[in-house]
Structure formats: C-alpha cells, structure tokens
C-alpha cells in the first residue's frame, strides 16, 4: 500500500470501473507468531487501499497464518488473531485467514477452531483445496467443515513433483472437480467469491506469460458455472 499514491488510487479505481472489474480481495502475507505491531499496521493499511480502490464493496483481506507445529502454537495463534479482528474492525474490511498446506494452521478443522474462539464478524476463513488434495483430509468434509466460516475461495490445482506438491493452475492436473466444488459450496451456503490464484511456483517460472494463464484459467473454470446452471440452478 505504501507503493500507491493516492493519484495512483484514483486512476486504479476509475480504471476498474470502465473495464467493469470487481476487486475481490487482497493477498497480504502477515504471520500469526510473534509480536503483531506491524501486522495490525499492514492490515489497516491494506484495508484503507482497498476502501480507495472500491469504496462502495471493498475487498477481503487474505493471508495465511504461518510456520510451526500447530499444537505448540495454537494458543498463541488464538491470541494473536483478536488483534487480526480488531484490525479488521477498525478499517472496516474483513480479514480472512487461509489454511496453508506449509504452515501450522493447515487443516480445515483447525482453522475453524481458530475462528471460532474469536467469535468476530471481521475474521472469516478462505477455503482453498489445492492445500488439502493429496492428503487425509475428505473433500466433502473440508467444505462442510469451513463453507459456514468462508467468506473467499480460492481455486488452483496441486500436482506432486519429485515426491512433493507443487501448485498448478486450476484444472492443469484434472483431479479436482471444480463443478462439484463451486456448486456443493453452493447448496452449503456460499455466496462469495470465487477467485483463481496465480501461485507464485507458477508466475516465478521465467516462461510464465499473464494474459496465458488468465485465459487458460477461464477456460478450465468456466464450464463448472455453465454446466450447473443448464441443469436448473436457480442462481
């Protein structure tokens, strides 16, 4: 945020308007451990660009919630997050927290845990597969256990390399069901966004191309829309 000025926010903010583009969050990259003085700060600050840049429906705050074993930090993740809700509060933007496949809150229950000792409207959780595929953790009940607590989804596929997950872009593997996905959040109460993420494994390679990916992306995720509404869907 401290990178756009506030002529900057103006030309960005028109610039959304006239191609018709909803912004739909921010990604920051703040941790649970440890003192949380400047992430309350890099909260506010996101939140104020986002008000600038869309005043009327401003966007979510995502990030994950950083490194550990999650029984030895949970308690100070617990505590730290008040600060997270208060921060969220106070600029008027809901800040949601993204279990992570590489971090201490990586299981679905866990992060719903984590929500539910702070009990604030300003603190929801961004429900993203890619961090659950190829591990014991059911599809079904991943949604069933967040959708609830989700206010932002994710998608993008998760392949294994050399014997470790690398992030893809969505549909590349062909192991995730987005139509069941998109319309299971559906019938579970979800009425947010759905949102691809450009995984930085992907936009670091020195052949990736912008406008490719956002075109082979619509392309794999489209159809999971369309096919559902052809059947009926009311929405």
């Not at 062909?174 to 559906?186: E, F, M, N, S, V």
């Amino acid at each position: 945020p401290k990178n756009v000025t506030a002529k900057r926010r103006k030309e960005l903010r028109i610039l959304l308007g006239n191609l018709g583009l909803k912004l739909t969050s921010l990604m920051i990259n703040i941790k649970l451990n440890g003192d949380q003085k400047a992430n309350i700060e890099t909260i506010k600050e996101a939140g104020q660009l986002g008000h600038d840049l869309s005043p009327h429906n401003p966007p979510v705050i995502e990030t994950v919630g950083g490194g550990g074993k999650w029984a030895e930090v949970k308690n100070e993740f617990r505590d730290n997050l008040i600060h997270w809700a208060e921060a969220g509060k106070a600029s008027k933007t809901i800040v949601c927290l993204k279990p992570h496949r590489f971090g201490a809150v990586n299981r679905p229950h866990d992060a719903v845990w984590l929500t539910e000792q702070i009990k604030s409207p300003w603190l929801k959780l961004a429900y993203d597969y890619s961090h659950f595929i190829h591990r014991d953790i059911d599809f079904e009940d991943s949604l069933k256990t967040m959708i609830p607590h989700t206010q932002f989804i994710h998608v993008k596929d998760t392949i294994i390399k050399k014997s470790k997950p690398r992030f893809v872009l969505p549909g590349e593997s062909g192991l995730i069901d987005y139509q069941k996905l998109i319309w299971r959040a559906h019938e579970l109460g979800y009425r947010g966004d759905i949102n691809v993420e450009v995984s930085g494994q992907v936009w670091n390679q020195p052949s990736y191309d912008p406008i490719a990916a956002a075109l082979k992306s619509y392309r794999n995720i489209a159809p999971a829309f369309e096919q559902k509404s052809k059947k009926g869907s009311s929405n």
